[in-house]
């Protein structure tokens, strides 16, 4: 189904891959799981495809998502995760998406589902008033004590090639007059 669908899309049958590569979605997702990196490179040609027909939505959900199987998936420094990453960096920059955006603050304190109750029923601690922190400036570590310890490592380096050229003897001492 995916070699078909690959060679649908390669002839510029978009349309015959973008089927194809759903039902391949829908039968990996029943048979692998929804956190299968197969599924993840099948999601990745589904979101190709769809950039290429104009479906930027889907395309895009589906970049996000095969980067997201992929990093959960699989080892850091697969090409997988470089190749998603890439492929979704290169979507976005492209039509000038965020590739993160912040989550949204709520402008209304909107009720809970639970707090649809009565209010006299729960129980709300009073109101303890805490100082502003201050934010301290970031304190910068000292680059001094990591070239002593390299500095020290180059001295022993040094010392133990020294042994092992002179050999077991030690080094040649001139002769005493």
């Given amino acids: 189904m995916i070699d078909a669908a690959q060679h ?8 015959a891959a973008e089927r194809l ?12 799981g929804s956190s299968h ?17 104009g479906k930027v939505d889907e395309a895009e959900r ?6 997201a199987i992929a990093v959960a998936s699989l080892s850091p420094g697969h090409p997988l995760i470089k190749t998603s ?15 993160w955006t912040p989550p949204e603050t709520p402008t209304e304190d909107e009720p809970l589902p639970d707090d649809e109750g009565d209010p006299s029923a729960i129980e709300i601690a009073p109101q303890i008033e805490v100082a502003p922190q201050v934010a301290e400036e970031p304190v910068l570590a000292s680059r001094q ?17 020294i042994m092992v050229v002179a050999g077991p003897k ?7 007059l």
């Fill in 8 to 15: 649908a899309a390669a002839a510029g049958d978009y349309a």
């Fill in 21 to 32: 590569l759903r039902d391949a979605v829908a039968t990996q997702e029943a048979s692998l």
């Fill in 37 to 53: 990196p197969d599924l993840a490179t099948t999601l990745n040609n589904l979101a190709f495809v769809c950039e290429r027909t």
């Fill in 62 to 67: 589906g970049y996000r998502r095969a980067h």
């Fill in 85 to 99: 990453l890439s492929n979704l960096v290169e979507f976005c920059e492209a039509r000038a998406i965020p590739l």
């Fill in 145 to 161: 004590p990591i070239r002593m310890i390299a500095a020290a490592a180059l001295v022993i380096a040094a010392v133990v090639v």
């Fill in 170 to 176: 030690g080094p040649a001492l001139p002769p005493r």
